[in-house]
């Protein structure tokens, strides 16, 4: 069984990357993200990228700036 898609995550990187894009994803990708930005994994060096994650209806659920 696959797990429902039900967050939508948009990317924007003007730095080093120089990349943008968006991607569906479910509960346990959310999970990890957020996880890895709490405990640091993600670095917060580049202070130009942004990661944005809503819902369907397209309430901001979580925002992570810096890569």
Do not use: P
Request: charged content about 35%; aromatic content about 6%; hydrophobic content about 30%.
């Amino acid at each position: 069984m696959t797990e429902e898609k039900k967050y939508i995550v948009e990317m924007q990187c003007d730095g080093y990357e120089n990349h943008k894009g968006e991607k569906w994803i479910g509960e346990e990708d959310l999970r990890k993200i957020k996880d890895q930005a709490v405990e640091g994994a993600v670095s917060e060096s580049c202070s130009m990228c942004k990661l944005t994650v809503k819902d369907k209806e397209g309430n901001v659920i979580f925002v992570k700036t810096g890569c």
